[in-house]
């Protein structure tokens, strides 16, 4: 390990620690998570009832934080005062950054806009396509659900256009984004912006799918043999793109906290 890798995991460690209170905050009951009457998570709530905002934005930072807590796990294998040993993994380590930044993506996409409406749209449209997925599975394995998927999907329409969608925009207004639209949408809600968090993002996912090109365009490599034109590499984790990566992992989730508590408090 040189000096540049040596300041990258020490910073990386800082970082996991300044989110472990998080994990607190996550795993117990705090007045962060009250939604006050007369706030904009209060109203928010009202109109998406029984699919409350604020009980799936807890949900996707509680996601995120165990994912980085997870992290934190895999990376120190033992902590003393003065020194840690560590584990860095090729590829898994970003499976789990990749996890954390979906999640508080999905937090920040979710109560992001300073339009109920839009809010409303966000958080039923992921649960329109949360339906259309549970739907396939249960066909897979034979269990249908108590009640059909159109009468699921109207319940969805109905609370959509009651928020004030036309009615003829219902079923548009329900259409999930694809998770790359959440994480630049995100990302464009904190300091690092939306091009940023989608390279993280999308680096991540390079080597959580096992992609060669995030595999010797992301990670340490070291050219060991070469013959007819074939190269055989020595393949190790990289201490800088995990610090960076979680970098932007911590940032974003940390901008979904701050969102929440500023939607839950009442401010008149």
Known sequence: MNADEAQDLQELLKLLDRAKPWEELTGASSPLWDVQSGSALAGDDAKTDPYQISHSVR??????????????????????????SVSIHTHAQSSLIRGAIENGARAVWMIGP?????RVKRRLSLQAGELKRSERLREVVKQPAARTKDERMKQLTDLVIAAGVPAKEGKAALRMPQYSD??????????????MV??????CSSLAHGDLSGTLGLLDREIIQREKGIALARVTGSISNLYWTTVGAVAVIDHGFRLYEQRATRHH
Do not use: Q
């Open 198 to 203: 989608d390279v993280i993002w999308s680096g």
């Open 182 to 195: 959440i994480v630049r949408t995100a990302g464009d809600h904190t300091a690092l912006g939306a091009d």
């Open 59 to 84: 949900h996707a930072l509680t996601v995120a934080v165990d994912h980085l807590n997870c992290l934190r796990s895999s990376l120190i294998v033992e902590m003393e005062k003065d020194r840690a």
């Open 114 to 118: 300073t339009s109920r409406l839009e």
